[in-house]
C-alpha cells in the first residue's frame, strides 16, 4: 500500500515525517507543496486535508494530518528499526520532549524566522494578492497566524519574547543533552527527529546563543543526527536555500 | 511506589485519577491545596520535565523516582506500564487518532477552559486573598509564565470580549468531538481508550462555562457520551475522591492560548 505524503522543505513540521519515513526505510511518494505559494491552500489539496494545513500523509484509507502523531503511525505501522524506546518512562520522556518542542520553543522560533526572512520574501508580492490567499484558509487561527507573517504583524514586545524564550530552550536543551546522549534518554528517537527538525538551523540562525563553545552537546547531537544517512537522504528532497543551512553541520564547516 | 500529586478531580486532576481506578492500580495520594500554591514546591528547577511542563499546576506522578508530568502522557504512561484492564487503542491508525485528540483538545480546550472557569470560580477567591501575601508568593515562582497565568486573574486580563472570543473558539473543538462521535461511540477506535479519558475530564465542565456550546440539543452525542462515561465505576471513584464535594467549581490556570493569536 502506497504512502503518499504532502510536504514542503524537509524543515519543521513537514521533515518530520519525511525524516521518520527515511529512518524506518519506508518508500512513499513525494508530493511537494510550496508553501509560500500557498499550494497547501488550492482546492485540490484541501480535497486532501480540508484544514488546509501541511503536512498530510495519506496511507490507504488513512489520511494523517498531525505531524507528530503521524510520526508514531509511521513507528508503528511499518517494520524497520523501532524509532520509540521500549522503556515506558524513555518513552513518556520522548513525548513529552516533543510536546515541549512543538507547542513553546517552535512557536517562537518560528515566529522570529517568519519576521526576520521568509515574511519580507513573502511581501515581494502585490498585497491584494496576499490577502486573497490568507481569505481562502480554511481554519480562523490559521488566518490569524498567516496575516501576523504575511504583513509583519508582530510587535516589539512579542519578537522580543520570542528571543527570550528561544535563548531560554537553547539552554534547557543544552542542559538535557549533557545528561542524556539522545532526547528520550539512551535511545534514538522519534523525540530526535523532532529535535533535529526544529534546530537543524539554530546555529545559523542563533550563532550567538547555539555554538561549540556555549552548546557543545547541542551542536554534537545535531552532528550525530546529520551524520545518519536518512538524515543525508531526506535534506537531499529540499528544493531552496533552506534545507541548504543542514549542510553548516558538516564536520570541520567553517561558516 | 506509585504517588499521584493530585486535587479536586477536575480537568487536568481528574485524567490520571480515572485512569488509575480504571487500572485498578495501588498508588499513594499526595493532596495538594491548590488555593494554597502548595503545588509550586514539587517541581523544582532541577527536574526539567517537572519545572517546564506546559499545563503548569499539575497533577504529577511520581514513579520509581521519576516525576510525570502532562495530564495526557501521565494517562498514556499509566496506560503502557501498569497491569489491568487496557486503555490504549490497538491499531495504528487509532492510535494515531488518540494522540492527534490529546494534542489537538489539549491545546484547544486545555487553554479555553481554564481562562473561563477560572475567572468564574477562582478569580473570586483570589480576589479575597490578602493581595501582597499573594503577590509576595507568586514573585518568586518559576517560570514566569506560570506566574503570568495567576497574575492575569488578578489583574483583569480577562475583559468581556476575551471571555466571549473563549467561549466562540470552544465550538471547534466542540463540533470535531461531536462529529467523531457520529462515526462511532468512542474517540480512537471500537473502545474505550485514553482519549476518552482525556476529553471527558475537560469537556464536562463545559455545560455549565458556555451552556450554549455543549448542551442537549447542539450536542446531543457529546450530552450522551459524557453520561456515559460517568457511568463508569472507575470514573464515579475519581470523582469520589473530592474533599470540597464540588469539584467541578475547583480549577487552576492552564495552558497559554498560542501566541500566534
Known amino acids: 500500500m502506497t504512502v503518499r505524503l504532502y510536504h514542503w522543505e524537509p524543515n519543521a513540521n513537514s521533515g518530520k515525517p519525511m525524516l521518520t519515513l527515511a529512518e524506518k526505510g519506508v518508500k512513499y511518494e513525494s508530493h511537494y507543496l510550496d508553501l509560500l505559494k500557498f499550494d497547501q491552500h488550492q482546492p485540490e489539496y484541501l480535497k486532501v486535508n480540508p484544514d488546509g494545513t501541511i503536512p498530510a500523509m495519506v496511507h490507504g484509507s488513512h489520511v494523517l494530518t498531525e505531524s507528530t502523531p503521524m510520526m508514531e503511525y509511521v513507528d508503528d505501522e511499518f517494520l524497520g528499526p523501532p524509532l520509540k524506546p521500549t522503556d515506558t518512562k524513555e518513552r513518556w520522556r520522548m513525548r513529552w520532549w516533543m510536546r515541549f518542542f512543538d507547542s513553546y520553543f517552535a512557536p517562537s522560533l518560528s515566529m522570529i524566522g517568519w519576521a526576520v526572512f521568509v515574511g519580507p ?15 481562502r484558509i480554511p481554519l480562523e487561527s490559521r488566518r490569524i497566524a498567516w496575516r501576523k507573517a504575511m504583513f509583519n504583524e508582530f510587535s516589539t514586545e512579542e519578537l522580543d519574547e520570542s528571543r527570550r524564550r528561544v535563548r531560554f530552550c537553547t539552554g534547557i536543551l543544552e542542559g538535557h543533552l549533557a545528561r542524556h546522549e539522545w532526547i528520550a534518554g539512551a535511545t534514538f528517537s522519534l523525540g530526535d527527529i523532532n529535535g533535529f527538525n526544529l534546530g537543524y538551523a539554530l546555529p545559523l540562525s542563533q550563532p550567538d546563543h547555539c555554538n561549540d563553545a556555549k552548546t557543545p552537546h547541542i551542536m554534537e547531537w545535531l552532528r ?29 564547516h567553517h561558516a | 511506589m506509585l504517588e499521584l500529586y493530585t486535587s479536586e478531580p477536575n480537568t487536568f486532576f481528574l485524567k490520571p485519577l480515572i485512569a488509575l481506578h480504571e487500572k485498578q492500580a495501588k498508588f499513594e495520594s499526595r493532596w495538594i491545596d491548590t488555593e494554597k500554591f502548595e503545588q509550586f514546591a514539587l517541581s523544582p528547577a532541577s527536574d526539567a520535565e517537572a519545572h517546564l511542563h506546559l499545563e503548569r499546576e499539575g497533577p504529577l506522578l511520581r514513579h520509581d523516582g521519576i516525576l510525570i508530568s502532562n495530564s495526557f502522557f501521565m494517562i498514556e504512561y499509566i496506560a503502557e506500564t501498569l497491569p489491568g484492564p ?26 479555553l477552559v481554564p481562562i473561563l472557569s477560572c475567572v468564574k470560580y477562582l478569580a473570586p477567591r483570589l480576589a479575597a486573598m490578602d493581595r501582597a501575601k499573594v503577590d509576595a508568593t507568586l514573585n518568586s515562582v518559576e517560570p514566569v509564565e506560570r506566574r503570568y497565568g495567576w497574575r492575569a486573574l488578578l489583574d483583569g486580563t480577562y475583559t468581556p470580549q476575551i471571555l466571549a472570543t473563549a467561549r466562540e473558539r470552544l465550538k471547534l473543538p466542540v463540533q470535531r468531538v461531536e462529529a467523531t462521535l457520529g462515526a462511532g461511540a468512542w474517540l480512537a477506535g471500537p473502545n474505550y481508550s485514553i482519549a476518552d479519558i482525556d476529553a471527558f475530564a475537560m469537556l464536562r465542565v463545559i455545560p455549565d462555562l458556555a451552556p450554549e456550546v455543549v448542551n442537549a440539543r447542539e450536542t446531543p452525542r457529546i450530552t450522551e457520551y459524557l453520561a456515559r462515561i460517568e457511568a463508569r465505576p472507575a470514573v464515579k471513584a475519581a470523582l469520589a475522591t473530592t474533599r470540597s464535594g464540588k469539584p467541578a467549581e475547583s480549577f487552576v490556570p492552564g495552558v497559554e492560548p498560542s501566541r500566534w493569536g
Open chain 1, 121 to 135: 520574501a513573502a511581501r515581494q508580492r502585490p498585497r491584494e494578492e496576499l490577502e486573497a490567499a490568507i481569505a
Open chain 1, 224 to 252: 550525530r543526527i546529520y551524520e545518519r544517512p536518512a538524515a543525508k537522504e531526506t535534506w537531499k528532497h529540499g528544493r531552496t536555500a533552506m534545507a541548504e543551512r543542514v549542510k553548516f553541520l558538516e564536520r570541520g
Open chain 2, 86 to 111: 487496557g486503555l490504549l487503542p490497538e491499531a495504528s491508525f487509532d492510535k494515531y487518532r488518540a494522540h492527534a485528540s490529546g494534542q489537538f483538545l489539549g491545546a484547544h480546550l486545555g487553554a
